[in-house]
């Protein structure tokens, strides 16, 4: 399933798919949600092992939190909330903070071109890596909760923030990427 997944079908896998294990149903969500939840880690600035440890926390944690019958109405929120916040304990206990690798965005496209095509496509991905960087802390978490699908109230709830400033935060980062992506 795509990180656009509908809330509905989450809502439905805690609340209306009773008939299948508990562990079952968070097993489903893990497959659904796991690469998400690691790409948002990765985004916090967790080390790759620290984000993949997390990111299996962060359903160890959900599925306590069903085992006690507590009901949880937006599953993806609440996984993308835990999240965020074991990411950043994680974070603060790093001892040292590596900026996103630019080259590490080639690595994972599979392109095949020329030489040329290939050169001129990671000065692009330079250049909009080094512009993401640019951006103030919130405007990136808000970015990256956006790009895996959250809805506005989501990331706000998220982040502690309203949803307009939520929609705030991503405005301003757009531009600063579209000039980026103009020049």
């Given amino acids: 399933m795509s990180s656009f997944a509908s809330d509905e079908h989450f809502v439905d896998i805690t609340r209306q798919d009773r008939s299948a294990p508990l562990k079952d149903q968070v097993a489903r969500l893990f497959e659904e949600t796991r690469d998400d939840v690691y790409r948002y880690l990765l985004t916090l600035g967790l080390h790759p092992p620290q984000a993949q440890e997390a990111a299996q926390e962060v359903f160890l944690r959900l599925y306590t939190t069903l085992r006690k019958g507590e009901e949880i109405q937006n599953p993806r929120a609440w996984i993308f909330r835990v999240a965020h916040n074991l990411g950043l304990k994680i974070r603060a206990r790093q001892h040292s903070e590596e900026p996103f690798d630019a080259e590490l965005g080639a690595q994972y496209a599979s392109r095949s071109g020329t030489p040329e095509s290939e050169l001129i496509d990671r ?21 990256f909760l956006r790009m895996e699908g959250l809805r506005y109230p989501e990331i706000g709830s998220t982040l502690g923030i309203s949803a307009s400033a939520v929609g705030e935060f991503l405005r301003r980062a757009m531009v600063r990427l579209k000039k980026v992506r103009d020049e």
């Fill in 123 to 143: 000065e692009r991905m330079a250049r909009f890596h080094t512009a993401v960087e640019g951006l103030s802390e919130q405007q990136r978490r808000c970015l």
